[in-house]
């Protein structure tokens, strides 16, 4: 990012009076805690640097060409392309209602309305939406928003430390075990697995169930891959659980290592940023 994108790192401990309730969930459910939460100050100027750059047209081009020009209007459509830019873009999250109110609905009055006789070509939506984009940008220079950024990517590292050390992989698991209901037999059910995958989730470096879409399906495949392979009936001994548990995230990761899945998540910050008084 250039420098008009000024930005320093904090902790999560320095950090929670400034950074609203979505960002937090994120840092609690995925960051630990020397990972950097980076705070973003989105003048307009790296905006601007975007839209002069020799990439902004073939990048608005890819994104044009998966609108339906014939449906919906010239402002509707640099809506949409407006939801495809991200921070990288110098472009502030727009699911913050003071973004959207303050810098983009001022800027999509700059828009000219077209009047239907001829259909909607994508030489006009460029030039419209460089319009709307030269004018966000200077609302930015008028009035910076400050973005929290964090980032994580899900490499697989943390499964293989986990799995490195037999003993805290298999402290987790006696100790989620004994509290599983067992059968006469001491059986404990296979529906029970994805329980004990998750009491070792968090040392193995996963997020929790719901937080990232393309995880949860990952880890939902190998946990009825690896049930099918298993001969056992629908109760198994503890131990086999235990080596379905294992085996199960020696599958996501090497997933994950052959392809690592990276989130971001963004929050415009509206309290100060100075430490408040006690």
Not at 140 to 169: C, K
Request: charge should be negative; proline fraction near 5%; include cysteine.
């Amino acid at each position: 990012m250039s420098s008009g994108m000024e930005n320093k790192q904090t902790s999560q401990t320095e950090f929670p009076d400034v950074v609203s309730d979505d960002l937090l969930g994120m840092a609690t459910g995925l960051k630990r805690e020397r990972d950097p939460i980076v705070i973003l100050r989105m003048d307009g100027e790296d905006l601007l640097e975007f839209i002069n750059s020799a990439r902004f047209e073939p990048e608005l081009i890819s994104i044009f060409s998966q609108l339906d020009m014939a449906e919906g209007s010239i402002l509707d459509h640099i809506t949409k392309t407006l939801q495809q830019l991200t921070v990288d873009h110098g472009m502030p999250p727009l699911s913050d209602s003071w973004v959207v109110s303050n810098i983009v609905e001022p800027s999509l009055q700059c828009v000219v309305k077209h009047d239907g006789e001829y259909p909607i070509t994508q030489e006009m939506l460029f030039e419209q939406f460089k319009k709307v984009a030269e004018r966000l940008a200077q609302l930015l220079n008028e009035q910076p928003v400050i973005v929290a950024h964090s980032e994580q990517t899900f490499d697989g590292s943390g499964i293989r430390r986990l799995l490195s050390n037999s003993f805290e992989i298999n402290k987790i698991l006696e100790g989620t075990l004994r509290d599983l209901p067992k059968d006469q037999n001491g059986k404990v059910s296979k529906e029970y697995v994805p329980v004990a995958l998750g009491s070792v989730g968090r040392s193995a470096g996963l997020p929790p169930v719901g937080v990232v879409d393309q995880m949860d399906n990952m880890v939902e495949e190998a946990i009825q891959i690896k049930i099918h392979e298993t001969d056992e009936g629908k109760m198994i001994e503890g131990e086999i659980l235990k080596k379905l548990v294992m085996d199960i995230l020696e599958n996501i990761m090497l997933q994950l290592e052959g392809n690592p899945i990276s989130i971001s998540s963004n929050s415009v910050v509206h309290e100060p940023l100075s430490s408040p008084s006690t």
